[in-house]
């Protein structure tokens, strides 16, 4: 369906007033259509699942995650209603929704940090938000009836990210497959399944999550070691070590609102996820864009290699050899 057709649909259902609104292709994405419509009176987003992702590798998915994302906003508004957008309009026959436009006063994280701007404060704010959904949805009944999605998350993670890497650095091939199991086994809580800098968007009192498309009920180890992996990224990128704190801030902010018993392992399942992570934005299907430097690419596999043998299980530990191993010279 066309930003054409999805208009005129719009406009009959009189969800806009003028038959011909100003559209914006939204770019960033690989997973989805996303445009900005401004009909004068209001304006909105409007966003629609590809079959076909956006990669130079073949990566496809089943389009129902579009479904999967408004799901996981509706769940997760009724307790943190000011951290996800506002759903204006969903067609579930033709695979689209509406939500909110968050204006010019929001930006995004992922650009802060690019450009040097690392708040702790932020840092902090992003993972209680993430605890508070893990410690919100855990166990819970209706949650795992509804983000039932592991044939979705194999298809957007577990496939494209840890297989992938996994068999194009075969000395470590049977150490990312038995992860891989391990994940696609654990159903513990909602995972937002993409937290990271560039969906979140920072506002004057609010800060908000995008792009929950690979949201699943599954491991909360996931998202921990999704999100410190961009900043151990953005560390290496930047060769700011300022980052890896912000990593260890997110870190113990998580652990503080998170209660330890409920997942007492959490620590070495994050140890464990993290470097395969690292190594699945260089050697899987999305590469991080900014690590353009074989230098960067080959200190990353020389890292991971070097710490996955070791059996890496402590956090800090992992951290400290991640900041020791990128300083640089100027």
């Not at 409007?46 to 408004?70: G, P, T, Y």
């Not at 509406?98 to 704010?125: C, D, I, Y």
């Not at 930047?238 to 704190?245: I, K, Q």
């Not at 992992?318 to 990128?326: D, E, F």
Request: glycine content about 4%; aromatic content about 10%; charged content about 20%.
């Amino acid at each position: 369906m066309t930003i054409e057709q999805i208009l005129e649909l719009l406009y009959g259902r009189g969800l806009i007033s003028a038959p011909n609104p100003a559209v914006q292709v939204l770019s960033g994405g690989v997973s989805s259509d996303i445009w900005t419509v401004d009909d004068g009176r209001q304006k909105m987003v409007v966003k629609k699942a590809l079959a076909k992702l956006r990669v130079a590798d073949d990566w496809f998915a089943d389009v129902s995650r579009n479904r999967h994302e408004q799901e996981f906003i509706e769940y997760v508004s009724r307790f943190l209603p000011d951290s996800v957008p506002r759903i204006l309009h969903a067609d579930a026959e033709h695979g689209f929704f509406v939500m909110e436009w968050l204006g010019p006063e929001f930006a995004n994280w992922k650009t802060m940090l690019l450009e040097g701007r690392a708040s702790p404060e932020h840092a902090r704010q992003a993972a209680r938000i993430l605890a508070a959904i893990h410690r919100h949805s855990w166990d819970d009944p209706e949650a795992r009836t509804r983000f039932a999605t592991t044939p979705q998350f194999y298809q957007l993670r577990i496939e494209p990210y840890l297989i992938t890497a996994g068999e194009r650095n075969p000395n470590l091939t049977a150490l990312f497959r038995e992860e891989a199991e391990r994940l696609a086994a654990t159903s513990q809580c909602l995972v937002h399944g993409d937290f990271s800098p560039k969906n979140i968007l920072i506002g004057p009192h609010r800060m908000v999550l995008l792009d929950c498309e690979v949201a699943w009920f599954g491991d909360p180890a996931f998202d921990v070691a999704f999100l410190l992996n961009h900043l151990f990224l953005k560390a290496l990128h930047l060769n700011a070590t300022a980052y890896v704190d912000l990593a260890v801030t997110a870190w113990q902010a998580y652990l503080s609102a998170m209660p330890s018993e409920t997942h007492p392992n959490i620590e070495s399942h994050v140890a464990r996820l993290l470097p395969m992570l690292m190594l699945a934005r260089v050697d899987g299907k999305s590469p991080v864009e900014y690590l353009t430097s074989e230098t960067n690419r080959a200190a990353i596999r020389s890292f991971v290699a070097q710490r996955l043998r070791q059996g890496q299980d402590n956090l800090l530990g992992l951290t400290a050899a991640w900041q020791k191993a990128i300083i640089r010279s100027p």
